[in-house]
């Protein structure tokens, strides 16, 4: 495993943080730059993507063929990073979860035809997306054999779906879904992915969930069908593929999390090292202070360890691989990393940390739900431990090249 990175991509890094100094970072201290749920509002967010787009730092997941600018996941690895050290930058680059996941898998899985209709729209930033999964009880989160959302095959090859789903990340301003419904009970080619228009009847938006927040563009909604019809030309792999689209689909989005997460939080880092090195009390410069010290070592350790087990997960699968213990791994690893390091900057900063004189507090806010979404904690340490009990030794096994 060598991550040395090529010159071009140096490049790619270092134009992509020159932006979000310049651009991006500034707006964070503008009240008018929000929303009403705390994100960028639309107006600045047209004008930062333009710009953007106009440098050449569009859709860094997507190959060249895509519209993108075909960096790999390794490359989406530094260049994510870099990106999120602002809480906007995601979104300004369309890289933000869910479209980015979304993205991925429809270039993936998607027909030249489905591309054409699902996947161009969304990577021009035309249209926006959700994925449409996790169900409230007793139906499926984490564990999708749970689902009960069921979709109908009829006699004109279409499906009807019938069910509810919550928590869709998106799912308001969401033009293009992908939907995950059961069309069998075999554990296995039970589940089938289907694409669907926001127009098309036969469903709606029961509530936008109130979160702790802050949220992405278009919130946390919960979801009824009733009826949606879909034709079988907007089948994502074909019928009783739909586990397998998922696989597919929140591996690499979950590593995408991490990337931000670890962007985000050093973030925090760099606000609280900026007032550590001003702050005086009792006659000690904050920064001079032992506690505060060990403090900012410890998180600059835990990122680096983030950074590694990130990498090396995006390795795994830009040759191939599923990485799935590696991205359990990083997963881990990156949310509570974020979650420590928001924690103790605010402690640094003190109250000006708890005010909303700095983005601290927006961050706090959001690292909470690291450890929940695409998976809580304890789901991914009990995917690890199948692993250690399947491979044993062979759990930590390096990778074996070929040659002498």
């Not at 996941?101 to 926006?128: C, D, F, H, Y």
């Not at 403090?295 to 087990?309: F, Y």
Request: aromatic share 8%; charged share 25%.
């Amino acid at each position: 495993m060598d991550f040395t990175i090529s010159p071009a991509l140096e490049d790619l890094r270092r134009r992509i943080g020159a932006f979000v100094d310049r651009e991006i970072i500034p707006l964070e201290a503008d009240p008018a730059a929000y929303d009403a749920h705390e994100n960028i509002a639309p107006a600045p967010l047209a004008r930062l993507r333009e710009k953007a787009r106009a440098e050449g730092l569009w859709n860094l997941q997507l190959k060249p063929e895509s519209g993108g600018l075909g960096v790999g996941r390794v490359g989406m690895a530094v260049c994510y990073t870099e990106m999120n050290r602002s809480i906007f930058g995601p979104v300004v680059f369309n890289s933000a979860a869910p479209d980015d996941g979304n993205m991925m898998v429809l270039e993936l899985v998607g027909t030249p035809e489905q591309k054409a209709k699902w996947l161009a729209p969304i990577a021009s930033g035309a249209v926006r997306s959700a994925f449409v999964m996790t169900e409230p009880h007793p139906g499926g989160g984490s564990d999708p054999t749970m689902m009960l959302t069921r979709a109908e095959k009829q006699p004109n090859g279409s499906y009807r779906i019938h069910g509810r789903k919550w928590f869709i990340t998106g799912a308001e301003e969401a033009a293009h879904l992908i939907l995950i419904a059961r069309t069998s009970d075999d554990p296995r080619t039970g589940l089938t992915a289907f694409a669907f228009h926001r127009d098309a009847p036969g469903w709606r938006i029961v509530r936008r969930i109130p979160i702790m927040g802050p949220e992405e563009h278009g919130g946390h909604c919960e979801l009824e069908f009733d009826g949606l019809e879909i034709p079988p030309e907007d089948v994502l792999l074909g019928e009783g593929k739909g586990l397998r689209v998922t696989q597919i689909r929140l591996g690499p989005a979950r590593l995408t999390h991490c990337m931000r997460w670890l962007g985000l939080a050093m973030r925090c880092v760099e606000i609280a090292r900026a007032y550590a090195d001003v702050r005086y009390g009792f006659g000690v410069r904050l920064a001079d202070r032992e506690s505060v010290q060990t403090l900012l070592g410890r998180i600059a350790m835990d990122i680096e360890i983030g950074r590694l087990l990130t990498m090396k997960a995006a390795w795994e699968l830009d040759r191939g691989g599923l990485a799935r213990k590696e991205v359990s791994m990083a997963k881990i690893k990156a949310a509570n990393t974020l979650h420590l390091a928001a924690d103790s900057a605010i402690q640094i900063n003190g109250a000006r940390g708890y005010s909303k004189d700095t983005v601290l507090e927006w961050i706090y806010r959001y690292a909470r739900q690291a450890r929940l979404v695409d998976g809580a904690d304890a789901v991914h340490e009990m995917v690890l431990n199948r692993f250690l009990e399947k491979e044993e030794g062979a759990f930590w096994n390096w990778p074996v090249g070929e040659g002498a």
